[in-house]
Nanobody, 128 residues
Framework: QLHLVESGGGLVQPGGSLTLSCAASGFTLDGYNIGWFRQAPGKEREGISCIRSSGDITNYADSVKGRFTISRDNAKNTVLLQMSSLKPEDTAVYFC?????????????????????WGKGTLVTVSS
């Protein structure tokens, strides 16, 4: 069965850091563009970052720009989301998704509207 698995979520204090990992199961991420999304309680899902299959283009939503960093290691078949200066409003379930045709622009961030594979998410809680 082809799917993604997120890990690394947990409880962190405001101002702290956390790194999320996205691993592919049953397929290789090579050739797939990746998006990270999050959904806070009572809110709609929000696209927050993307990275092209080549790894040379990344982008971020304004809400996380300057605080989050996306990267990928195709040899390890994983994508990371390093999060720093976390705020209580970053509390959400974080999802990664993969699609071979999703366009990750290096100019204006465009969250994916259709992604082929999704993970089940990992919960990040930012609280003192």
């Amino acid at each position: 069965q082809l799917h993604l698995v997120e890990s690394g979520g947990g409880l962190v204090q405001p101002g702290g850091s956390l790194t999320l990992s996205c691993a592919a199961s049953g397929f290789t991420l090579d050739g797939y563009n990746i998006g990270w999304f999050r959904q806070a309680p009572g809110k709609e899902r929000e696209g927050i970052s993307c990275i092209r299959s080549s790894g040379d283009i990344t982008n971020y939503a304004d809400s996380v720009k300057g605080r989050f960093t996306i990267s990928r290691d195709n040899a390890k078949n994983t994508v990371l989301l390093q999060m720093s200066s976390l705020k209580p409003e970053d509390t959400a379930v974080y999802f990664c998704a993969a699609d071979p045709t999703y366009y990750c622009s290096g100019y204006r961030f465009i969250p994916g509207s259709y992604m082929k594979y999704w993970g089940k998410g990992t919960l990040v809680t930012v609280s003192s």
